[in-house]
C-alpha cells in the first residue's frame, strides 16, 4: 500500500498497542480502488487464521502499518541559491538580489533561503519553495577542479579547445575565438539562458582560468599587442555575424552584453576582462561596439563580463 508516495510496511506480529496509538489501517478493497489508507487508533494487532488484523474500537482492518515519519524537504541555502540561478536553471522572486555577491553576509551565505523567496524553473509557470530536491540541488558541483559545460558534464578543456577549433593565431598569440562557457558550480557565474552566454565575474574569471591548463586572463598588455595585429581596427575583431565585421575577423566578438543584477547590453556591446586591477574595487577590461574603437576602461570586480583566454607562450 502506498501512502503519500511511499510503500507501507505491513504489522505482522501479534501485539498488544501499549499505549493505544494513531496507525494506518486498510482493507483490500481500498488498495484494489487505490485509495489512501487512513488514520485510526489501534489497540492490538492480533493474528486470525493466516492474516493479521488491527483492532480498532469499532473495526477490524485486513492491514496495518505505522504512519512513516513526514521529513520536512530542505531549504536551499544562500550559497545554493546563487549558484542555482548563476548557473541560469530558473529564477526567484528576490529581483535577483539573493545572488549578488554583497546582499548577504559572509556569515550567512549558509543560511537557509528567506521564507519570503520562492523559486521557479524556466520552464514551470507556477512558483515553489525553494527546497533541494525541486531545485536538483544534489546535481551541482561545488567548487571543484572538475569545469562543467552548459549541460553540467565534466569538461578536459584543453581537449576541448583542440576539439572544437575554438581558437585561433593572431599574430604572436594565440586566442580564443569563441567565449568562455564553462562553470565549476562556484559563485559569480551567470548563464543567460537567452543567448547561452557565461558571464564571469573578475574573481571567477580568474579562478576558472587558473583550471585549464596553458591558457589564461590576457593583460592589458596582451590586448595592445592583439590590437596591434588586427590594426587597433574594432571591425577586425567582430564577429561575421555582427554588422559591420569585416572578413578574415577570426576573433568573432559577439555582443554579449554584461551582467549587473540582470543582462544588459545584450546585442549592442561585448566586454572582456583583463589580468589587472585598478585600485581596490575595480578592473580594466576590454570593450567593442559598433564602432572601429577597442576602449579600455574599469569596472566594478563583481560585474559580469565575458571572457577570452590567451594561450601560454
Not at 147 to 160: F, N, Q, R, T
Request: glycine fraction near 8%; charged fraction near 25%.
Amino acid at each position: 500500500m502506498n501512502y503519500k508516495g511511499k510503500d507501507l510496511v505491513e504489522i505482522t506480529t501479534s501485539q498488544i498497542i501499549n499505549p493505544p496509538r494513531e496507525m494506518l489501517v486498510w482493507n483490500g478493497d481500498m488498495a484494489k480502488r487505490n485509495k489512501e489508507p487512513q488514520k485510526e487508533t489501534v489497540y492490538a494487532v492480533v493474528k486470525i487464521g493466516i492474516r493479521y488484523v488491527a483492532i480498532t474500537s469499532s473495526y477490524q482492518w485486513e492491514f496495518c502499518a505505522e504512519i512513516p515519519e513526514e521529513s520536512t524537504p530542505r531549504r536551499a541555502t544562500n550559497r545554493e541559491l546563487a549558484r542555482w540561478c548563476a548557473q541560469g536553471n530558473g529564477e526567484n522572486t528576490d529581483g535577483c538580489w539573493v545572488y549578488h555577491v554583497h546582499c548577504y553576509p559572509k556569515a550567512a551565505e549558509n543560511n537557509e533561503v528567506s521564507e519570503s523567496i520562492v523559486v521557479r524553473k524556466w520552464n514551470d509557470a507556477g512558483w515553489h519553495e525553494p527546497t533541494v530536491d525541486y531545485m536538483e540541488i544534489e546535481k551541482s558541483s561545488s567548487d571543484s577542479n572538475v569545469l562543467m559545460d552548459s549541460e553540467m558534464h565534466a569538461v578536459d578543456m584543453p581537449k576541448y579547445l583542440e576539439a572544437h577549433f575554438n581558437h585561433v593565431k593572431i599574430g604572436n598569440q594565440t586566442w580564443m575565438s569563441e567565449n568562455l562557457a564553462v562553470t565549476d558550480g562556484g559563485d559569480g557565474i551567470y548563464r543567460n539562458k537567452d543567448n547561452g552566454e557565461y558571464y564571469y565575474t573578475w574573481e571567477a574569471a580568474k579562478r576558472i582560468a587558473g583550471k585549464i591548463p596553458g591558457w589564461h586572463l590576457p593583460s592589458r598588455a596582451e590586448w595592445d599587442e592583439l590590437g596591434n595585429s588586427t590594426g587597433n581596427d574594432a571591425a577586425n575583431l567582430r564577429a561575421k555575424s555582427w554588422d559591420g565585421a569585416r572578413e578574415g575577423s577570426w576573433f568573432a566578438a559577439v555582443p554579449a552584453g554584461h551582467w549587473y543584477n540582470g543582462f544588459i547590453n545584450v546585442g549592442s556591446v561585448a566586454y572582456f576582462w583583463t589580468s589587472e586591477p585598478e585600485g581596490m574595487n575595480n578592473v580594466w577590461y576590454r570593450g567593442i561596439d559598433a564602432g572601429t574603437t577597442v576602449y579600455k576602461e574599469v569596472a566594478s570586480h563583481w560585474v559580469g563580463l565575458s571572457v577570452r583566454l590567451v594561450k601560454d607562450k
